[in-house]
């Protein structure tokens, strides 16, 4: 093999072990209980839609709301079908909440997903789907994800929401979960919060590793070396 092939091979060996030190430490997502995640579990429908239609005005259970918000049990006239079960929460120009038991852990990625629906006999508006944490009525913003559900395609739904990546200084408090309506209605479904964390390669790894591939390519210069005295 020529010693400028080995060189480019050592080079490459030295970025293939960065980048495994780098990213080696990304575990599987876990997901994070959120209460009632898809509304099915509701107080009774007692107002009427239409045919196979149905909701209230709350309250929703594991949920807290503001203004006109209730579960909402839409005929397939109004959506195609659902993300998850029957029922659905919307809040009219309000919002949604909820107070999570978990908190932010260090070096973790945290996905906040929502399904958010456009019904077909009208266009919903603008929305703000927010994951947050809250202490003491609280709150400090880690991700939030605007919209208008005139951008979903009519009587369905469109999976939304956002990321946020903590480092080794966390926000105190539970995370918290706020959805709001800025006009028209907002129905969500099928909400669901992951973490996966991301372990950080220690500076005495990350030394070693340099001082390695310093190594590996004072090794093929010096074999370079003395390759050219050899034939000189």
């Known amino acids: 093999m020529g010693l400028f092939h080995m060189r480019n091979r050592l080079i490459a060996v030295a970025i293939v072990i960065l980048c495994l030190l780098m990213y080696g430490g990304v575990v599987k997502a876990d997901s994070i209980a959120v209460n009632n995640a898809s509304f099915e579990s509701t107080n009774p429908l007692v107002l009427g839609c239409g045919t196979g239609c149905a909701y209230n005005f709350g309250p929703i259970p594991g949920w807290s709301t503001t203004g006109p918000s209730g579960s909402f049990q839409p005929s397939g006239s109004i959506f195609s079908s659902l993300p998850d079960g029957s029922i659905v929460g919307f809040t009219n120009t309000g919002s949604i909440s909820q107070t999570l038991a978990a908190t ?27 994951l947050d944490t809250i202490l003491n009525g609280v709150l400090t913003p880690l991700c939030s994800f605007s919209g208008n559900s005139a951008d979903i395609a009519s009587g369905t739904f469109q999976s939304e929401g956002c990321t946020y990546q903590s480092n080794s200084n966390v926000p105190a408090g539970n995370l918290y979960l706020l959805f709001t309506s800025g006009t028209g209605q907002l129905d969500v479904d099928n ?42």
């Not at 006999?121 to 929305?127: A, F, I, K, L």
């Open 191 to 232: 909400v669901s919060v992951t973490a996966q964390q991301v372990s950080v390669p220690e500076p005495s790894s990350m030394a070693l590793l340099a001082a390695g591939a310093v190594f590996l390519l004072g090794f093929a210069g010096f074999r370079k070396n003395t390759a050219i005295r050899l034939n000189a």
């Open 104 to 130: 932010v852990l260090a070096n973790t990625l945290y996905t906040l997903t929502v399904f958010v629906g456009d019904r077909a006999d009208h266009n919903n508006g603008p929305y703000t789907l927010s």
